[in-house]
Nanobody, 119 residues
């Protein structure tokens, strides 16, 4: 069983920074891809940033240059450093893991952490 627990969300003023953390447990981690998604009220969940097992990172256009995803395989953690935050970044942020087992991909989600950016 894989579990993901996010932390680090909160209320911040526009222009501020936050660092989200995701701690994984179970049969995960170094060979699996990780990511951060977000969902704002009334909107669909969207990919914010992803990082492969090899450390290659990709970002949504809306966060490029402002957000940085990283991972610490020894600690089974993934991070999202968010800077220059905007009110439109307000959402629940979810940690995601894609776990590959014998040719099958399994998707796991954390419970989410709220990020609110005030103007």
């Amino acid at each position: 069983q894989v579990q993901l627990v996010e932390s680090g969300g909160g209320l911040v003023q526009a222009g501020g920074s936050l660092r989200l953390s995701c701690t994984a447990s179970g049969s995960i981690f170094s060979g699996d891809d990780m990511g951060w998604y977000r969902q704002a009220p009334g909107k669909e969940r969207e990919l914010v940033a992803g990082i492969t097992s090899g450390g290659w990172a990709d970002y949504a256009d809306s966060v490029k240059g402002r957000f940085t995803i990283s991972r610490d395989d020894a600690k089974k953690m993934v991070f999202l450093q968010m800077s220059s935050l905007k009110p439109e970044d307000t959402a629940v942020y979810y940690c995601n893991a894609k776990v590959y087992v014998s040719g099958t991909t399994y998707y796991y989600w954390g419970q989410g952490t709220q990020v609110t950016v005030s103007s």
